[in-house]
């Protein structure tokens, strides 16, 4: 199974900022899926998008996707310091119905 | 959706002993999943638990080590067994539905 690569590590910005997060993968994939985990706790879902979709807007959140260079995007606009937490892409593979994980991006946003 | 409760929350425990894990969902699921994050890693897949079946493992974890019960479409357990300081992670349960959804986790400790 394939598993996406965050990147940066770690961002730490400002309120108000935009916070961007990329994750690349390597194989086909059905959908990507991005999630966010507060201090260790359970995983919770932020947004889907599908192989034959480019982008998707859920509230502050902007998804990316493409799909040749088989990398996606997370920005969080006007960044606020409750959405400091770890971001993780979850990309599922064709074929497959678990999609797995990266060590995510640490974001730190400072009031 | 799914709703999914997860104890104990966490626990400190001694080296040598077991732990079990409860995973409680709010509705019946084909399949459970359980997962382990150790300090500042990502999630990975320990095991695919079936209703009326052996679960199934991963590379790399067998069943002596993480037996796992599915006794109905809605509960599933993970003992952690013969514990050493190694197993201390966070261990997170959860379904599948398009996206998955996840227990809030049970932060391990083994002195």
């Known amino acids: 199974s394939q598993q996406g690569e965050e990147d940066p590590q770690a961002l730490s910005i400002q309120e108000g900022e935009n916070a961007t997060m990329n994750c690349s993968y390597k194989?086909?994939?059905?959908?990507l899926q991005w999630y966010r985990q507060n201090s260790g706790r359970g995983l919770v879902h932020l947004i889907l998008i599908r192989s034959n979709e480019r982008e998707k807007h859920s509230g502050r959140l902007r998804v990316t996707l493409d799909t040749s260079k088989k990398s996606s995007s997370l920005l969080i606009t006007a960044s606020r310091a409750a959405d400091t937490a770890s971001y993780f892409c979850?990309?599922?593979?064709?074929?497959?119905?678990?999609?797995?994980f990266g060590r995510g991006t640490s974001l730190i946003v400072h009031p | 959706s799914a709703v999914i409760s997860q104890k104990p929350s966490r626990d400190i425990c001694q080296r040598g002993t077991s732990l079990t894990i409860q995973c409680q969902v709010d509705?019946?699921?084909?399949?459970m999943f359980w997962y382990r994050q150790q300090p500042g890693q990502s999630l990975t897949l320990i095991a695919t638990a079936n209703q009326g079946s052996e679960a199934t493992y991963e590379s790399g974890f067998v069943i002596d080590k993480f037996p796992i019960s599915r006794p109905n479409l809605t509960f599933s357990t993970l003992t952690v067994s013969n514990m050493s300081p190694e197993d201390s992670s966070i261990y997170l349960c959860?379904?599948?539905?398009?996206?998955?959804?996840f227990g809030s986790g049970t932060q391990l400790s083994v002195l």
């Open positions: 979850a990309p599922l593979p064709g074929g497959s119905y678990i999609p797995t």
């Open positions: 194989t086909s994939i059905n959908n």
């Open positions: 959860s379904v599948y539905s398009e996206k998955l959804f």
């Open positions: 509705s019946q699921v084909t399949m």
